[in-house]
């Protein structure tokens, strides 16, 4: 006898996710309702995901408004009550398709729940200096949630929400299964996307030191959840001095990266030179702002 589905509707988000998609697919099988949200992928991703017979919906973004998870929360017909949003190289551990199962059939006074993601790097688990329990909202209950807009304009990296928190109208939960995070494109794919994340990056870090704020941001405060303590000592991070060097010691040392070998090395690198990257453009930013440079 088959196993029968768990009433929950997945989101994942894809363009040009061949390398990635087939294992996200695979570890909802379970799930009795799997949207793929595309962007007009030009690689196998379609193919695949028909394979796994998921519904497929084409998302068109044209620079501004509501990027691709934020239009499916607003915009799918999802019969279940609750929503589980998923990146392409992200993967459901068995874990936390029980407790999802068990969420569905036995309910809750929640209405969003917080994942641990466990982020895989050049094949290792970065337990240390990916900072292991990373939480993130991923599990909300329909017509309960929506995605901030941080304003960063034009240096959006993409047509779907890379680092904008998910806001939660009710009581949030936590789950004890992990989300795991393994990216098996290359690391020319990587560092592509590390140029476009610092543009915004820049653009956000601009923002909060020189805007009030933006519309639908999380609350920072030091007494609040996860989320929104990240966000406070995010204020006080941009206004620090050297923060590549900073960045690199407190990931590498503090937070014992040296012990995960040389993907650990390489990740802890890269994050720092990033870090770099979004301090320089900050930089170029203040000129122009200036009229120093066009």
Same mark, same amino acid.
């Given at each position: 006898m088959s196993e029968q589905p768990v009433p929950i509707s997945v989101v994942i988000a894809t363009k040009n996710e061949q390398a990635n998609?087939?294992?996200?697919?695979?570890?909802?099988?379970?799930?009795?309702? =799997?949207?793929? %949200?595309?962007?007009?992928?030009?690689?196998?991703?379609?193919?695949?995901?028909?394979e796994f017979g998921a519904d497929i919906v084409q998302f068109h973004y044209r620079g501004k408004g509501p990027k691709k998870w934020h239009w499916s929360l607003n915009n799918l017909p999802f019969p279940?009550?609750?929503? #589980?949003? #998923?990146?392409?190289?992200? !993967?459901?551990?068995?874990?936390?398709?029980?407790? #999802?199962?068990?969420?569905? /059939?036995?309910?809750?006074? /929640?209405?969003?729940?917080?994942? !641990?993601? /466990?982020?895989?790097?050049?094949?290792?688990?970065? +337990?240390?200096?990916?900072?292991?329990?990373?939480?993130?909202?991923?599990? %909300?209950?329909?017509? +309960?949630? $929506?995605y901030e807009d941080l304003g960063a304009g034009q240096a959006d990296p993409g047509d779907v929400e890379a680092h904008e928190k998910l806001i939660v109208d009710g009581k949030l939960g936590y789950l004890q299964g992990d989300i795991i995070h393994e990216?098996?494109?290359?690391?020319f794919?990587? #560092?592509?996307?590390?140029? !476009?994340?610092?543009s915004w990056n820049a653009q956000v870090y601009y923002n909060l030191t020189h805007l009030a704020g933006s519309k639908g941001e999380v609350n920072p405060r030091l007494?609040?959840? =996860? =989320?929104? !303590?990240?966000?406070?000592f995010k204020r006080i991070w941009v206004k620090l001095p050297f923060r590549m060097m900073i960045r690199f010691l407190y990931d590498y040392i503090f937070k014992l990266g040296f012990l995960e070998g040389r993907p650990g090395f390489i990740w802890c690198a890269? /994050?720092?030179?990033?870090?770099? $990257?979004?301090?320089?453009?900050?930089?170029?930013?203040?000129l122009k702002r200036q009229g120093k440079v066009s």
């Amino acid at each position: 006898m088959s196993e029968q589905p768990v009433p929950i509707s997945v989101v994942i988000a894809t363009k040009n996710e061949q390398a990635n998609i087939r294992y996200a697919l695979e570890s909802v099988r379970w799930a009795d309702q =799997v949207f793929v %949200v595309d962007s007009q992928s030009q690689d196998a991703t379609l193919h695949i995901a028909k394979e796994f017979g998921a519904d497929i919906v084409q998302f068109h973004y044209r620079g501004k408004g509501p990027k691709k998870w934020h239009w499916s929360l607003n915009n799918l017909p999802f019969p279940h009550q609750w929503i #589980l949003i #998923l990146a392409a190289d992200e !993967r459901v551990s068995s874990e936390l398709k029980e407790e #999802l199962a068990k969420l569905c /059939k036995s309910g809750s006074d /929640k209405d969003g729940f917080y994942a !641990r993601r /466990k982020l895989y790097f050049l094949g290792r688990w970065l +337990k240390h200096s990916a900072w292991y329990p990373n939480w993130s909202v991923r599990v %909300v209950r329909r017509g +309960k949630a $929506h995605y901030e807009d941080l304003g960063a304009g034009q240096a959006d990296p993409g047509d779907v929400e890379a680092h904008e928190k998910l806001i939660v109208d009710g009581k949030l939960g936590y789950l004890q299964g992990d989300i795991i995070h393994e990216d098996r494109k290359d690391l020319f794919a990587y #560092l592509e996307r590390m140029n !476009r994340y610092s543009s915004w990056n820049a653009q956000v870090y601009y923002n909060l030191t020189h805007l009030a704020g933006s519309k639908g941001e999380v609350n920072p405060r030091l007494s609040g959840d =996860v =989320v929104e !303590r990240r966000r406070f000592f995010k204020r006080i991070w941009v206004k620090l001095p050297f923060r590549m060097m900073i960045r690199f010691l407190y990931d590498y040392i503090f937070k014992l990266g040296f012990l995960e070998g040389r993907p650990g090395f390489i990740w802890c690198a890269l /994050k720092a030179v990033q870090e770099f $990257h979004i301090s320089a453009k900050i930089y170029e930013m203040e000129l122009k702002r200036q009229g120093k440079v066009s």
